[in-house]
């Protein structure tokens, strides 16, 4: 195995003037300012009115050492701010960085959004040509994979329609269509598999796999999913506010994610208001006290959901996972029975006897409409508790010889 | 330290003029889609599109012939049609105008791009100026017409016309580069633009030829960039009616020398916060 992708010491500093003039979200220079500031310092008028504040340095990432090997399938996780996509970024050139240097080889194919340099007065078929020489694929290398491109995506019929006329599905679908097809070592993608319907989500992680793992190429995906993380990847770079936590095999890595982005209590509590449906609040009962609980032990969860519109058919479910990320267990409860006035309700799911193996959970709460199939809510990483095998004493458990304990007898015969 | 030789691509904070420049080579198809983009999407809605393109000068033409010719008097020159001399000189102004305005709004109306994906950003503001271009086509075709019209036969002097017309080419890519970049730091700078380019029309010799400005004022009035390129259009369209405005050419070549050392030396000098600053 042979590095791909090598970064040593990088970091990438932004400066925040507060003397700058700035329009709402952006901030933009302007002449004038410039002009009367420079104009003010000429003859030291700036002090005498407004102490100019000292800009602040903020390093987005800094110290950043990895190395990518060949055919590596790298996930880059870490909450909002972690500098995730600001790396993302400066490996696919798009921004500098201010000290340290990465190098790789080849060539980077680059997702970072979907539907990037799209026009929307033209057919899918002239988007495809255009998309891919931004994307850096020459004429001849678009004409030879035309006809795969367009299969993928499904817009056979659409191909000289403009595509200001379709949906945002197939958008989505000719756009990660054209971007999987470039020939390039390395591919990168940032979280666009979270627009686009279900089933095409799959069919981009089936191709994205086999990139990776069939072509041997070189793969670095940034997702809030860690069900992808852990399907896609097989090493993952953990960042927190701009520095590496941990660098390594991704079932370790996701485990120290989940550990320190998980609120630790037996209830959870909406922080913000919302007017939307969603979950206001989920408590769960284990058998001990200080969220512990004993295999085979009843358990309870009882979540308060608020809701917003009429539901005909409402579904409220949930997932435990375990600190891997791989779900473990499914409840879930579809009432036809009523229909649901705007309102508040309870609900309360008992387990006789939960079964989990001893280690550590939490939950992954669903709340959709299940007539319509819309998603109304999903909360993830709350109420994490810990199962113990208390009651079995006869060795040592250690947690991976099962996820799940079913309730069994032995017979036994003299033969 | 130890250098993995085979890791060939390296981003610093610094990169060479080298693999600048041999970058934007390798990306030269991507100026070809760029610019076959702006002329489909400016022609998109085909009959109204060209017609438009076609419109447009001879509407201003006319507007010229009635108020500077038919009110103001404003000569001709010796020879040639007052209507043939206006449409030279605003086949050249428009296509610098057009060239100029659209490429300075270029990376931003490209912002979008900028932020997402990665290319030489020069070829942006480079490919924005070809639509320009494609409509100073369709106004030569329009004057060629009225060539017919008026009976007028142009001379072997439009064998030179190629030279101007990268004259101009040059002039309109390299301010337009210069502009672009600074469109992206100053984003009040966009409004200065329109207001010079008006200025422009006036100060430039559309509407009268520049023999009518006085002989000692000739070389300061020369300072205008594009007098030297419509004075040679003149010369190389309307067969030598107008004399060869040799320090008009001169200095025409070096505005477009400075403006694009400048011009390229700043953008480049800025185009690395280009993404953190669009």
């Given at each position: 195995m042979s590095a791909v992708i090598e970064i040593k010491n990088l970091g990438k500093k932004y400066t925040i003037s507060p003397n700058m003039q700035t329009d709402q979200a952006h901030h933009y220079l302007s002449l004038r300012e410039s002009i009367t500031n420079s104009v003010r310092g000429l003859f030291g008028f700036q002090n005498a009115h407004e102490p100019s504040l000292p800009d602040t340095d903020f390093w987005a990432l800094r110290h950043i050492d990895l190395t990518v090997e060949q055919g590596d399938r790298v996930g880059i996780i870490g909450s909002n701010g972690a500098g995730k996509s600001t790396l993302l970024k400066m490996i696919s050139r798009i921004t500098y960085p201010t000290e340290g240097e990465i190098r790789y080889k080849g060539r980077i194919a680059s997702l970072l959004e979907v539907g990037t340099g799209f026009h929307?007065?033209?057919?899918?078929?002239?988007?495809?040509?255009?998309?891919?020489?931004?994307?850096?694929?020459?004429?001849?290398?678009?004409?030879?994979?035309?006809?795969?491109?367009?299969?993928?995506?499904?817009?056979?019929?659409?191909?000289?329609?403009?595509?200001?006329?379709?949906?945002?599905?197939?958008?989505t679908r000719l756009a990660f269509s054209v971007a999987a097809h470039l020939e390039s070592e390395i591919l990168i993608v940032d979280e666009v598999l979270a627009v686009g319907d279900t089933e095409f989500q799959k069919k981009c992680l089936g191709k994205m796999e086999e990139i990776g793992q069939k072509e041997g190429k070189t793969l670095l995906f940034v997702s809030h999913n860690m069900d992808s993380v852990l399907q896609l990847t097989n090493k993952v770079l953990f960042l927190d506010k701009g520095k590496a936590v941990s660098y390594g095999v991704t079932d370790g890595v996701v485990n120290t994610y989940l550990e320190k982005s998980l609120v630790v209590e037996s209830r959870f509590v909406r922080p913000q208001k919302l007017e939307t449906s969603h979950f206001q609040?989920?408590?769960?009962?284990?058998?001990?006290?200080?969220?512990?609980?004993?295999?085979?032990?009843?358990?309870?969860?009882?979540?308060?959901?608020?809701?917003?519109?009429?539901?005909?058919?409402l579904g409220v479910s949930f997932q435990i996972a375990n600190y891997n990320g791989k779900n473990i267990n499914y409840c879930w409860f579809f009432d036809d029975s009523q229909e649901y006035e705007p309102g508040t309700y309870e609900f309360t799911c008992h387990i006789p006897s939960l079964r989990l193996m001893m280690g550590k959970y939490y939950f992954k709460m669903h709340l959709a409409n299940v007539k319509t199939k819309e998603k109304l809510d999903f909360v993830e990483h709350v109420c994490p508790f810990e199962v113990g095998m208390d009651t079995f004493h006869e060795w040592t458990w250690h947690s991976n010889v099962a996820v799940y304990l079913d309730d069994f007898s032995w017979s036994k015969n003299d033969l | 330290m130890t250098e993995n030789k085979d890791l060939t691509t390296v981003i610093q904070s610094q990169q060479g003029a080298e693999t600048y420049w041999h970058a934007l080579w390798q990306y030269r198809e991507l100026f070809y889609y760029l610019a076959w983009r702006d002329v489909i999407v400016r022609y998109k809605e085909t009959i109204i599109g060209i017609v438009w393109a076609l419109l447009r000068p001879f509407l201003t033409m006319i507007v010229f012939v009635v108020v500077f010719n038919y009110f103001a008097r404003l000569p001709s020159l010796d020879g040639v049609p007052y209507t043939l001399m206006v449409l030279t000189g605003l086949l050249a102004w428009q296509c610098f105008a057009s060239a100029v305005s659209i490429s300075s709004e270029s990376l931003i109306a490209n912002a979008n791009m900028i932020s997402k994906v990665y290319f030489p950003r020069l070829i942006i503001p480079l490919s924005s100026i070809v639509p320009s271009f494609m409509d100073a086509v369709i106004t030569l075709l329009l004057l060629l017409a009225l060539c017919v019209f008026y009976r007028f036969m142009p001379g072997w002097q439009i064998i030179v016309l190629p030279v101007f017309i990268i004259m101009l080419v040059l002039l309109s890519a390299s301010i337009g580069i210069f502009l672009s970049a600074l469109n992206v730091i100053y984003?009040?700078?966009?409004?200065?633009?329109?207001?010079?380019?008006?200025?422009?029309?006036?100060?430039?010799?559309?509407?009268?030829?520049?023999?009518?400005?006085?002989?000692?004022?000739?070389?300061?009035?020369?300072?205008?960039?594009?007098?030297?390129?419509?004075?040679?259009?003149?010369?190389?369209?309307?067969?030598?009616?107008?004399?060869?405005?040799?320090?008009?050419?001169?200095?025409?070549?070096?505005?477009?020398?400075?403006?694009?050392?400048?011009?390229?030396?700043?953008f480049r000098h800025v185009e690395r916060y280009f993404a953190d600053r669009i």
């Open positions: 929307p007065e033209l057919t899918g078929r002239e988007n495809i040509y255009l998309i891919g020489a931004i994307l850096g694929m020459s004429h001849a290398e678009i004409r030879r994979k035309f006809d795969e491109i367009v299969d993928f995506a499904g817009i056979e019929k659409f191909l000289d329609t403009p595509v200001k006329r379709y949906s945002s599905g197939m958008y609040e989920v408590e769960i009962t284990t058998s001990q006290k200080g969220n512990y609980h004993i295999h085979g032990q009843p358990f309870a969860l009882t979540t308060k959901v608020c809701l917003s519109e009429k539901v005909e058919k | 984003r009040d700078f966009r409004y200065v633009i329109p207001f010079l380019l008006q200025v422009g029309l006036y100060v430039s010799p559309i509407g009268f030829a520049s023999t009518i400005v006085p002989q000692k004022w000739q070389i300061v009035y020369a300072l205008n960039p594009v007098v030297g390129i419509i004075d040679g259009f003149r010369w190389s369209l309307l067969a030598g009616a107008q004399a060869f405005n040799w320090p008009g050419f001169i200095l025409s070549w070096v505005w477009i020398i400075i403006s694009a050392v400048v011009g390229v030396k700043y």
